[in-house]
């Protein structure tokens, strides 16, 4: 077996006497007690540290909190001599060394936070094989005189493995590539016979093989784990002007520690500056602190002095943090994979955490400012090939932040790993917008990616479907496919919401080479071969005109449908009968639509009959007309409120209470109800913030916005029961004068 051998071979080290007291010997599983606490291996762990044991190279991929530090730790607890392990930031390799100190492991570091005695006395235990972990960065690892020390050190202790961690650095087609990791491949040279191990969270398929290439890999062992990461729940957020306040609300509601990222140094100050003055415990890190404050700052926020690390993308990679509950992204990332890892931060514990993302457009305007400074150094020329990238990775986060698929099918698609949706732990899964069969459209666009033989992006199909006479079309012959013009009855925007639907379902594909040219796949062909369908979520929000029409119109509908409850209420007490015995639900959503002004326009609508079109007709055609004319009416004076309500009020405004109101004027609690939802509407200052916090109020919102203000019962049924009638009828009438005013 080959951990016996491994154990076996410690007789010679001088720690030898430390382990013969230690349980490694019984088993894998004694030494990951003993050491590290846990009883048993997470999935692919064991398989891992085996191979490392066996002295084979690996490249090993694990998501963030999936126990990437302990495939190399505990082999080099179990190997004879040093393992190195190379990793890219000091508060990094600080913070695992400390770990592992904790455990009564030999560990640690040379970097330039130490003194010249603290390095001498650091290298002293090198040499005399009192140290088991060594942690550098890849600057000082190729300083001449450090590469003498470790020639030195692996002919008295020996070398047992160079660890590269965060290995995606070593390749430009990852989110945070570092040129001095190109060098690591010089240790092959210098120690061939030294095995090395390759660790990351994330790398695409194309990260991989870069991996493999520059660090010239001999047959690794590799280990690919899922990326998904289901404690974690996704959510995009639109931007607005009160944005602070609904962070701000965030964080005090909601318990444990978090992480706050902004795209600039000047947001984390003024961010910081603002919770603090708020009375949220919150810290800022960025590379213009020097660099004890950033330390400082980031060993308080492990130790749980202060809520909230405030940070650029500076902070994080790699941070020992296990129950950070939330991570909020300020600001647009710059790619997918550095949300992923940056999002990542949560919930390395395994228990629910929340990963929140606001966007904007206007994010996307800073990004491609920072990718057109993206130069040589030497000579000011522009890195197009690296900008060709950004700019393809900015594309695809934008597509993500705009995404009405499941986010975790969007995410793990960007790695290769297939994902079937309905997560049930993202936004667009737990409030999923509605459907549209855009099958035909689909087989146009396909149609016309494969006319243009596969050699074309996304904006170029979109002109030939549109019938462009741009000059690339037409030098291109495009204005001769059959497919040319096929799409003018629909906008840019919704053939770029169909390709981008088409690409997040696998339905097509896309090179990521710089150059994104779409590509049909297999399933393609089925779409054109009409064996499968192709739906196509909503989106919410559209900038088209037509749709913002359409949008006030459907407001306005919402806003006389509720007069028409109102008045189907009146009449109803009336005659002592139940509201739905005049008229049903549905057939006042059609007069609130169809908005009838005769008694022949009012019959014809479906559920009114000819005993009550006599008995109701003229009162429901009176009401809807006096809709009309407050709504055509270009300058409308300030409605005089009624006596009964403008007695609720009165009351309100000298801060009555509720049941407060009720008591003093004899009447029931759910009529001074009505009247605030009636006085909201109208446009009087009624604060509901005392009634519903606003948590409840947005998500309330957001069901109105999924299923529409007209149906009371689907909004409760959407919302559930933690949701009273009540509340959804305050957040309504708030969003029905919101309307009306825009």
């Known amino acids: 077996m080959m951990v016996d051998s491994a154990a076996a071979s410690l007789a010679s080290s001088p720690l030898s006497a430390e382990f013969s007291h230690s349980p490694h010997s019984g088993s894998l599983e004694d030494t990951l007690k003993h050491y590290f606490g846990y009883d048993s291996f997470r999935l692919g762990q064991r398989e891992v540290i085996e191979a490392a044991l066996a002295g084979q190279d690996l490249l090993v991929i694990m998501p963030t909190g999936g126990g990437k530090s302990i495939c190399f730790q505990l082999p080099a607890l179990l190997k004879p001599g040093v393992m190195v392990v190379v990793s890219p930031l000091i508060a990094l390799?600080?913070?695992?060394?400390?770990?592992?100190?904790?455990?009564?492991?030999?560990?640690?570091?040379?970097?330039?936070?130490?003194?010249?005695?603290?390095?001498r006395d650091r290298e002293g235990q090198l040499l005399r094989g009192e140290?088991?972990?060594?942690?550098?960065?890849?600057?000082?690892?190729?300083?001449?005189?450090?590469?003498?020390?470790?020639?030195?050190?692996?002919?008295?202790?020996?070398?047992?493995?160079?660890?590269?961690d965060e290995a995606h650095c070593v390749s430009e087609w990852g989110h945070d590539f570092r040129p001095e990791y190109r060098r690591l491949a010089e240790l092959r040279d210098r120690y061939p016979d030294v095995p090395m191990m390759a660790l990351t969270a994330t790398a695409t398929d194309r990260v991989r093989q870069d991996m493999l290439h520059q660090l010239r890999l001999r047959d690794p062992f590799v280990h690919l784990a899922s990326f998904n990461?289901?404690?974690?729940?996704?959510?995009?957020?639109?931007?607005?002007?009160?944005?602070?306040?609904?962070?701000?609300?965030?964080?005090?509601?909601?318990?444990?520690s978090g992480i706050i990222y902004c795209a600039s140094r000047r947001q984390v100050d003024e961010l910081t500056a603002k919770l603090q003055r708020d009375g949220?415990?919150?810290?800022?890190?960025?590379?213009?602190?020097?660099?004890?404050?950033?330390?400082?700052?980031?060993?308080?926020?492990?130790?749980?002095?202060?809520?909230?690390?405030?940070?650029?993308?500076?902070?994080?990679m790699g941070i020992n943090k296990p129950d950070v509950r939330f991570v909020i992204h300020h600001d647009l990332p710059r790619n997918i994979e550095s949300y992923y890892q940056e999002a990542g931060r949560a919930g390395r514990d395994g228990e629910a955490a929340a990963c929140i993302l606001y966007f904007a457009p206007k994010d996307i305007r800073t990004i491609d400012w920072m990718i057109e400074q993206k130069v040589n150094p030497a000579t000011g020329?522009?890195?197009?090939?690296?900008?060709?990238?950004?700019?393809?990775?900015?594309?695809?986060?934008i597509d993500y932040a705009e995404g009405t698929v499941c986010r975790r099918t969007i995410q793990l698609s960007y790695f290769g790993e297939p994902f079937p949706g309905n997560c049930g732990n993202c936004d667009n899964c737990r409030n999923p917008k509605p459907l549209e069969d855009w099958t035909i459209d689909a087989q146009k666009f396909l149609s016309c990616v494969a006319r243009c033989q596969e050699r074309f992006g996304m904006n170029h199909i979109i002109e030939v479907l549109r019938g462009s006479k741009g000059q690339r079309v037409l030098q291109k012959g495009h204005d001769k496919l059959s497919t040319y013009g096929i799409g003018k009855d629909?906008?840019?925007?919704?053939?770029?919401?169909?390709?981008?639907?088409?690409?997040q379902q696998g339905l097509m594909d896309e090179t990521t080479d710089g150059y994104p040219v779409l590509k049909l796949n297999a399933r393609s062909w089925e779409v054109l071969r009409k064996q499968q369908s192709v739906y196509v979520a909503v989106a919410a929000q559209s900038a088209d005109p037509d749709q913002r029409r359409e949008t006030r119109a459907s407001a306005n509908?919402?806003?006389?449908?509720?007069?028409?409850?109102?008045?189907?209420?009146?009449?109803?007490?009336?005659?002592?009968?139940?509201?739905?015995?005049?008229?049903?639900?549905?057939?006042?959503?059609?007069?609130?639509?169809?908005?009838?002004?005769?008694?022949?326009?009012?019959?014809?609508?479906?559920?009114?009959?000819?005993?009550?079109?006599?008995?109701?007709?003229?009162?429901?055609?009176?009401?809807?007309?006096?809709?009309?004319?407050?709504?055509?009416?270009?300058h409308r004076p300030k409605q005089t409120l009624s006596e009964t309500l403008a007695a609720t009020l009165a009351l309100y405004q000298q801060g009555l209470t509720l049941s407060e109101i009720a008591q003093q004027r004899g009447i029931k609690a759910t009529t001074v109800m009505t009247h605030l939802t009636e006085l909201i509407e109208l446009g009087e200052p009624i604060s509901i913030d005392g009634?519903?916090?606003?948590?409840?109020?947005?998500?309330i919102r957001k069901a109105i916005a999924q299923v529409g203000a007209l149906s009371l019962s689907l909004l409760r049924e959407t919302l559930g029961e933690a949701y009273s009638y009540d509340e959804i009828k305050l957040v309504r009438a708030l969003w029905h004068h919101e309307q009306t005013e825009s």
């Open 131 to 164: 140290v088991k972990l060594l942690y550098v960065a890849p600057e000082r690892l190729f300083n001449p005189g450090f590469l003498g020390l470790l020639s030195q050190v692996k002919a008295r202790v020996g070398l047992s493995a160079f660890t590269i």
């Open 691 to 699: 009634w519903i916090d606003s948590e409840k109020q947005q998500t």
């Open 93 to 119: 390799m600080q913070d695992q060394v400390t770990a592992l100190q904790v455990n009564q492991v030999a560990a640690t570091y040379l970097n330039s936070s130490l003194s010249p005695s603290e390095t």
């Open 229 to 256: 990461r289901p404690n974690l729940y996704y959510e995009v957020r639109p931007k607005h002007r009160n944005l602070y306040d609904e962070v701000l609300q965030y964080v005090q509601t909601n318990e444990g």
């Open 381 to 397: 020329e522009p890195l197009e090939q690296e900008q060709r990238i950004a700019r393809q990775q900015l594309r695809q986060v």
């Open 490 to 503: 629909k906008t840019a925007d919704s053939w770029k919401h169909l390709s981008r639907t088409l690409l």
């Open 557 to 634: 509908a919402d806003a006389l449908f509720q007069k028409l409850r109102t008045l189907r209420k009146q009449l109803a007490d009336e005659r002592a009968i139940a509201p739905y015995m005049v008229f049903a639900d549905s057939t006042l959503k059609a007069m609130a639509q169809q908005q009838p002004q005769t008694l022949t326009e009012f019959a014809a609508i479906s559920g009114v009959g000819s005993r009550k079109l006599i008995q109701y007709g003229d009162k429901f055609i009176a009401e809807i007309c006096a809709f009309r004319d407050e709504q055509n009416a270009s």
């Open 280 to 316: 949220v415990t919150a810290l800022p890190y960025h590379a213009g602190l020097k660099d004890r404050d950033r330390f400082n700052n980031q060993t308080r926020f492990l130790r749980d002095d202060v809520q909230v690390m405030v940070a650029t993308v500076a902070f994080g």
